[in-house]
Structure formats: C-alpha cells, structure tokens
C-alpha cells in the first residue's frame, strides 16, 4: 500500500520539524555507510536532513514500506540528453545522467542548452572526437565519418585539439571523452597529448578504445596497454568505457589488467551495460574492412535499429551509404555475466534513443540488473549492484566535481536524489524490437527533493535536473 499525498496538519508542537518531504518506514540501502536497515528520511530545501527510526511529520510524505530506498541512480555514460531520453532514464531510476565518453565541443552551450529545463541532474565531458572534428572543420555530428574519422593529425591540428579540451575544462567539462576506435588514425602521441591536458585539470578520461576483441594485432589487449600506458605516463585518471562490448572475449583477461594497473596505484575504473548486443553508427570506422574478423560476427549479427532486420551483404551496403544505428550482437552471456558480477565494474547505460529507436539499454539498463541479475540471477547482491549503480560513478568524478561527494549516498547533506524501487517486481521491458517501453517496479524518484516518479507515473512539468560541472575557471 502506496500513500503519497500533502498533509498539512495543523499546529504542530515548535519543537517538531516539519520536512518538506518524508520518506517512511523504507528498506534504507547506502552502499557508502554499508547501510540496509528501515530508516524514516526527512528532506528539505532539497537535501537529506534527517535519517532515522524515529517517526517524523513533513509536507508531503511518501509510504516506502517493502521498498528500496536507494541512492539515485548516476549513469556516467548517457549520450542521449534530451526530454525524451530524461524520461525514460527516470522511468529506469536515473537521477543523473552524463555524457562523458563522447562530449562536446561547446561545453557553455551544452549547460545552457538544458538549464532549468531538465528532468534529472545532467553533465557532459569536454570531447576529443568533437576537437578533432572542429580541428579538421568536418562539420558537427555525434561521431565523425569524414577527414576527421580517416587522417592522421597535423601537428598544428592536435594543438588546435589541446586548446579545444582545455578551453572545455576552463568552462567545467566534468571529464575528457575519447571514441578512439572511431578515429583510427590519431596517432598514439596525439592520444598522450589529450590525457596530458586533462591531466592537468585532474579531468578523468573516459575512452572508448582504439581496438576491439582478440585478434592480433590490433586487439582491445593492446588498446588497454595504450591507454593505461597513457594514464601512467601523464597521471590522469583513465575510465575504460563498455568494456565488454570492446573486449568480446578478451574482456576477462582486460579485467585482469585493470585489476593489476590498480594493484600499482594507478586510477583505472570501467564500466558495463547489461545486454549481449552494443549499437553505433553504420558509417563509422568501426565498419571498416576487416569488422567481421575484428568482432567474429557477420552479417546475420547486425541489427538495423529502424526496422529491426537483420542485415545481408546488400543491406548493410545500402545502409552504410545512408547511416543510421545498428546493433551489433557480439557478446556471450557469459562475456556479460563476468563484466557484471566483477567489483571493478560500475553499471553505465551507453543510451540514446530517437523518436523511440535506439537499442534497450538506454531504457532498461538498472532495471535490468536489479530484476534480471540480482533478483533472477543471483549474479549481484542488492548492495553490490546498487554500490555499482551510485557510490562508485559518483567517487570516480568526485576529484575533479567536489559536488559528487553529495551524490550517490544516503546521508545527512546529501542531495536528495533517491529511487525507491520495488526488489520483487522491478525489471526492464525494453527490448531490441522496441526499445521505448518505461521499465517497471520504479516506484518514486525524487531528484533535489522534488518527486519526478510518483507510484510508477512519470510527473509532468517538473525539471528539477541541475547541472552536473567542474567549478569554472574564468
Ligand atoms: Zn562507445
């Protein structure tokens, strides 16, 4: 039984608090303090204030008996970051999501772009695809196809690059973005050019690497030695983005390389999204000759996101002329089981939906996890998955965001992002066939204090979202 409604009760003693919202009598999971116990929050002015067994009064109070009451959920891997894809990451349990691995090239205009209109906290990284883009002057796109995503750099050009991430940073970019594998011809130096600047700033690079699967040379073994090489050449931190979409069957073995780059003090995070498919664009370097060997996939394992078909030698030559998104089914369950269940993995969507196509993840990604492998599975406790899923994206940027340490936790000066969920219901019901269906056990999300999901239904006119950025340097 569900009960959320304003209660304005009348002459209270002076002494009783009265919140702007109370949460009561939910299972309290805080990954941080190792916290699972029946705790009642009371949140004002869009912080928690209060955790307690005590029974507290407030405006507007939410029943969460025999829910979950977690931390908001933080992808750091969203690259979606729209009113469209904002509600179906809340319908998933989302309260922050970050474009981090691909970016911008206009970290201003990106910020102002959702201010005061958005759904849940956002924040974007400043890109290199997007510098190398303006450094060649290719015109703006999400990933780049022309010169940018073919030819190897001037030496004018990767300056002209360096200027751009840095005048990115100066403006609060949380991150540094890399889609290495979509432009294979940047060379390794321009590559340690990059992670030297955001070195610098302590700005964490996320990276879709240079490489995928086993085979050599050329597998995603040697693109990690690349990148955790860079990191320890320069000293900045490196997040691998996806890492079993890029390591097909190597992926255990690069878990076992960030496990020991970590074991000698280097910050080497990664990430994984709970499905046996990833989705980019058809016109990318990433299709270039030889993908088949590359990924050991086909034609048949091609996926055209606007239809649903599978692809053919025609189709998929017909297509790459046109682009558009394609999934690639590459993965094992086992591939993805071993990425889930390993403690160094956080759980990052990789979502973007358009007009309702795109591929499951982008509405499905927690909910999956937390029906699919915690509940069905067995793979992850709940505390496990939900350390995944908020306390570790939010300490990989706190570095460099102080205002992350008030995110991902349950505690009192926290921001009051929470999703409270339903353990023996929640799960995903997007599919591969559509993509755009809310998933379902979420029951309230509240993002700074305000409910954006009451009793399952996503609220209409609220944008509580706030930006998610670096202090700015002038
Ligand atoms: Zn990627």
Redesign the pocket.
Known sequence: MLIIGALLIPAFPSSQTVYDLVILNGRVIDPESRTDAVRNLGISNGSIKTITSNTLRGRTVIDARGLVVAPGFIDL?QHGQDEENYRFKAMDGVTTALEL??GTGDVDGWYAQREQKALINYGVSAGHLAARMAAMHEPMKFLPTGEAARRAATDAEIEDMKQSLERGLKRGAVAVGF?I?YTPNASRWEILEMFRVAARYGASCHV?MRNAGMKEPGSSIQALEEVISAAAITGAPLHV??IH??GGPATPKLLQMIAEAKSRKLDVTTECYPYIA?M?EIKSAIFDEGWQEVFGIDYKDLQWAATGERLTKETFDRYRKIGGMVAVFSMTEEIVTAAIKSPLTMIAS?GILENGKGHPRTAGTYSRILGHYVREQGTLTLMEALTKMTLMPAQRLERRVPSMRNKGRIRVGADADLTIFDPQTVNDRSTFQEPAKYAGGIKFVIVNGIAIVKDGELQSNVHPGRPVRAPVED
Request: proline share 0%.
């Open positions: 891997h691995e691909v889609g594998q879709h983005a996806h979409s890029t990833g980019t990789d």
